[in-house]
């Protein structure tokens, strides 16, 4: 059997054909050399069988790129990363409030608006130009779910609540919706329809949030190889959602006992992680191969 004829059972359940040219472009996200990732390919096309997991492939990938350099590792694991944040959901607001501050926006989390019949929370409020533009993030822990067309009418349907309240009518914008996964093909035939923005892992192709993160360097902590699950729990505790975060208040690495030596470690990987001069190529990641 050639890796052609290779089966994928996705985490979804999905069976899918394996694709070499996916997985070239997946590790080359991870700013690994030709030469590198070449060595990485042969290795797991000696190790395919069919129906083998998507998870598996990428646990071989992930493996052998920490190998090789562990920031390759944190770059590649950037999906798995975000949904390590945790189930509250809170810390992937923060995320998107700061992409949102680096697009030029002034941002508020956890805002309660009166509509015409009650009253609304929404996850961020963005500010442009005397413009209000409310953001609601979808969080969740895994692939296996997407958003579908209940998500974006629940949401339209309290917008149209708070822009009957005549004070706020005006100063509203266009709604948002962020996933970290993906949006049906419903959900996005109707926010088209309502003029709802959609962003998600990566939708709209070329800008979605995973090109955001790149581009801007907005890497969460838990990207990082050289830091304990549990040093990560810690530190989120603490309020630090971001590499960059943890860069700027690198006193908690002492807070939480971590020694000299490895804080140094652990700082260099930051700033060649966030560092935005590797080229970032127009990948799917690992997810058609999840």
Known sequence: MTYNNIKIKKVTGEIVAFSLEKLEKSLKHSGASSGEIKKIINYILENLYDNITSSEIYKMSFEKLRDIRSVYASRYKLKKAIYELGPSGFPFE????????EEGYET???????????????DVLAKKKHKYYPVECKFHSNDKYIC???IPLYIHSRY??????PDLHKSFGKIRIVTNTRFSED?????????????????????????KINRLGLHPLTSLNLLSDEEKDRLLDEGIVLCRELL????????????????KRILEEIE???SVDYVILDSDTHDNNK
């Open 94 to 101: 923060r995320l998107i409030a700061t992409i949102l501050e």
């Open 187 to 211: 959900a996005i035939k109707y926010a088209k329809c309502h003029n709802i923005k959609l962003l998600s892992w990566s939708y709209p192709k070329g800008n979605g949030l995973k090109d």
């Open 160 to 165: 149209l609540d708070i822009l009957k309240n």
């Open 272 to 274: 060649e992680l966030i």
């Open 248 to 263: 700027k208040n690198d006193y908690l690495i002492n807070k939480i006992g971590i020694s000299k030596t490895r804080k």
């Open 108 to 122: 508020e989390t956890s805002v309660i608006l009166e509509g015409n019949c009650v009253k609304h929370e929404i």
């Open 148 to 150: 579908n067309i209940r």
